[in-house]
């Protein structure tokens, strides 16, 4: 599994299947044996890849089947992410960690576009950031802070929620700049953007991949809050503008 989808909640989506020969293939990830009428533990059993697959939309019955599609070990499947914009700023969608970050980003290079002058800012998008090594390569040398672009982690024991930005204190791979967070904080006050500062007890960032990969630089790691990670994710217009604000009130001040 790529980026550790709860599977619970990926139950009954739809996939694609995309092949090396270019070829798609819809399907539908379930349970083996799926139906309740000849299954009575279908409700209770607990959901791994060791009792899970992808039901295939073609007429194939062993594995020979399969292979005759084009269909082999590696091939991507993407799940639909059932994404919903609601009229009240809500939005629900799998894989907003990070999505949301994306948007983040180009509203910041739309708003750069229109100042009409250079800003010492590059903004990276990495692409493998959930498998560990995204943040790694491709730094420029004149870098001197790395603000991350993250999700917020929404949970009981935190106080981040999907209408602020999040400013992570600590994760998994240890403790932020303070210097930064501490900017981070002063400018959040100072500007009168809704924001939160939490510890994360089970995350990772690119800020850790890149100074693990010798990074010589401040890491510092914002986001908007996104509930239920991994799962059926949701976030809110105000904690995504709020967290592009903070980003423009840090460019700003070190402009």
Do not use: W
Not at 75 to 85: E, V
Not at 122 to 130: G, I, N, V
Not at 144 to 164: A, F, Q, Y
Not at 170 to 195: F, M, Q, T, W
Request: charged share 20%; hydrophobic share 40%.
């Amino acid at each position: 599994l790529l980026g550790g989808p709860l599977l619970p909640s990926f139950e009954g989506g739809y996939v694609r299947i995309h092949t090396l020969d270019n070829r798609v293939y819809t399907g539908t990830l379930l349970l083996n044996d799926p139906s309740t009428h000849a299954n009575n533990s279908a409700a209770t059993k607990e959901r791994s890849t060791s009792v899970m697959h992808i039901r295939i939309d073609e007429p194939v019955s062993k594995p020979e089947d399969v292979r005759a599609l084009g269909i082999r070990t590696g091939d991507i499947i993407a799940f639909d992410p059932k994404f919903q914009r609601l009229e009240n700023g809500y939005i629900k969608s799998h894989f907003l960690d990070n999505k949301a970050g994306c948007a983040v980003l180009f509203e910041l290079a739309a708003r750069a576009s229109k100042m009409g002058r250079p800003l010492p800012v590059e903004l990276f998008f990495s692409t493998y950031e959930e498998v560990g090594h995204g943040g790694a390569p491709s730094l420029s040398e004149t870098i001197n802070d790395l603000i991350v672009i993250d999700m917020g982690v929404v949970g009981d024991s935190l106080e981040g929620n999907e209408r602020k930005c999040s400013i992570c204190a600590k994760d998994s791979g240890g403790p932020y700049d303070y210097h930064v967070r501490a900017e981070l904080v002063r400018l959040a006050e100072s500007n009168s953007i809704a924001h939160a500062v939490d510890v994360y007890p089970f995350y990772s960032s690119d800020g850790t991949a890149a100074l693990r990969a010798g990074a010589d630089v401040r890491v510092g790691l914002i986001g908007p809050g996104v509930a239920a990670s991994h799962g059926m994710e949701r976030t809110h217009v105000e904690g995504i503008s709020a967290t592009v604000d903070l980003c423009m009130a840090f460019i700003a001040q070190n402009s």
